[in-house]
């Protein structure tokens, strides 16, 4: 018992769960739950360590302590293979080698610094370093500029001083916030300050402990969840969460049939939201079971699901757990041009994605706003952005660097052309966030 005590309070310490220790686990979010889980590993004291995308629902502050502690781990004579995708992130774990796979072979294995110089960055998120040593000058803007919106101003969905949580506990704190009918709206954050529960209360899913919250100017308080599903699409953190029919097919089906849409349709309706969320590609995928896909297949079904009913509000939580860095900007990208869909709202740790693919970024601390403006705004702050455990990442301090003529923060793809093309392609010191 006396060592179950030592082991408990130190492997707490090192992965900063010690706030956590009296709560109950179904009262953890998303990130905190995985926190717990891969504590729960190491006070095992094992001599191999296998992390499958432990960083997918961590905010990057608790990211970098799991990283530091795995590096320490690996110092100290306990092998460590970890599974990832936010490859600038795992830098932190001073990994001695890299296995590359694709399409299951394996296409590098080999130091770090090699793999980032023969990796394509369009597959893997590098450091912006790595995208300006190989950008090619280009006078356009490459990529497709995103489809206007008009009547941003008219509030899709709004709170008034919302004060909701869990069994009566508060997880927001008098929140007052709106976002438009054709937004991109991020919501940014550390573990547990309330961004799932934000929409949650949103969509009618949570109801709130004080203050209202409006749908298209009308209050949602005597509107039932149903009532609002032709409005927003709503995926969960947790895609196995919201999967459950027998086939990828009857999961894609379940809303449209409950919405009483025409049955001639459906064919198309599944052909579509397979293509729109990439999910084609597999033979007889519709015949799949849905939980024996993959995380990132579950996660892009989830997503089609939520198109499947064709909402006008895409909600997504964390659209990027689980997906290679090619997968998700592709999507981000493509979800932007799906017809008829006004508006998309995401939660996310992977703050990059949130900075340029949004119009607006809403930052959320202890259950509180603290900000809400523009990407470039929000990042101004360095302090406050910091003390809402978020790393100033390469591409970030590349922003501020060469910033856009239009005032926008831009992905590492269009700013590498843009600084290549303007002929200052030296590098000067923009690697891996400090």
């Not at 502690?69 to 970890?82: D, E, N, P, Y």
């Not at 109801?207 to 969960?236: C, K, M, N, Q, W």
Request: charged share 25%; glycine share 10%.
């Amino acid at each position: 018992r006396d060592e179950i005590g030592r082991r408990l309070m130190r492997v707490a310490a090192a992965a900063g769960i010690e706030p956590l220790l009296a709560r109950t686990t179904d009262q953890l979010s998303g990130g905190e739950a995985q926190s717990l889980a891969i504590a729960g590993a190491l006070v095992l004291e094992p001599k191999l360590l296998v992390l499958d995308e432990p960083l997918a629902n961590l905010d990057p502050a608790n990211a970098h302590r799991l990283l530091t502690l795995v590096a320490s781990l690996a110092a100290s004579g306990t092998a460590v293979v970890l599974v990832e995708h936010r490859i600038e992130d795992a830098l932190d774990a001073k990994p001695d080698r890299v296995l590359y796979l694709d399409d299951g072979a394996t296409r590098f294995l080999g130091p770090v610094e090699e793999f980032l110089t023969q990796v394509d960055p369009r597959h893997v998120k590098v450091p912006f370093s790595i995208w300006l040593d190989r950008a090619r000058p280009v006078t356009t803007r490459p990529g497709p500029e995103r489809q206007g919106i008009s009547d941003w101003r008219t509030p899709r969905l709004e709170w008034r001083g919302v004060t909701a949580g869990y069994e009566g506990v508060p997880v927001l704190h008098e929140v007052s916030a709106r976002v438009g009918r054709g937004e991109r709206v991020a919501v940014l954050g550390p573990n547990g300050s309330g961004k799932t529960t934000l929409f949650k209360t949103g969509i009618g899913l949570i109801r709130p402990i004080s203050g209202s919250v409006l749908v298209d100017g009308a209050d949602i308080a005597e509107r039932s969840v149903a009532e609002l599903i032709g409005t927003f699409g709503y995926v969960f953190q947790n895609p196995s969460q919201m999967l459950f029919a027998p086939t990828v097919r009857e999961e894609l089906l379940f809303g449209p049939r409950n919405l009483g849409r025409p049955a001639d349709r459906f064919d198309g309706l599944v052909r579509q939201s397979l293509a729109e969320v990439g999910l084609t590609s597999e033979p007889e995928i519709e015949a799949r079971a849905p939980l024996t896909l993959s995380f990132g297949q579950q996660k892009r079904l989830a997503i089609a699901v939520a198109l499947a009913i064709e909402p006008r509000t895409l909600i997504l939580d964390e659209p990027s757990a689980g997906q290679d860095y090619r997968s998700a900007a592709s999507f981000m990208s493509e979800v932007e041009r799906i017809a008829g869909l006004e508006s998309v709202y995401f939660v996310t740790h992977d703050a990059d994605l949130a900075l340029a693919h949004a119009d607006r970024i809403l930052l959320l601390r202890d259950g509180r706003l603290v900000a809400d403006g523009a990407p470039l705004a929000v990042i101004a702050d360095r302090d406050r952005w910091t003390a809402c455990n978020l790393r100033f990442t390469s591409l970030m301090e590349a922003n501020r660097r060469w910033p856009s003529p239009d005032g926008r923060f831009e992905s590492a793809e269009i700013l590498a052309a843009r600084v290549a093309a303007a002929g200052r392609g030296n590098s000067g010191g923009i690697g891996p966030a400090g």
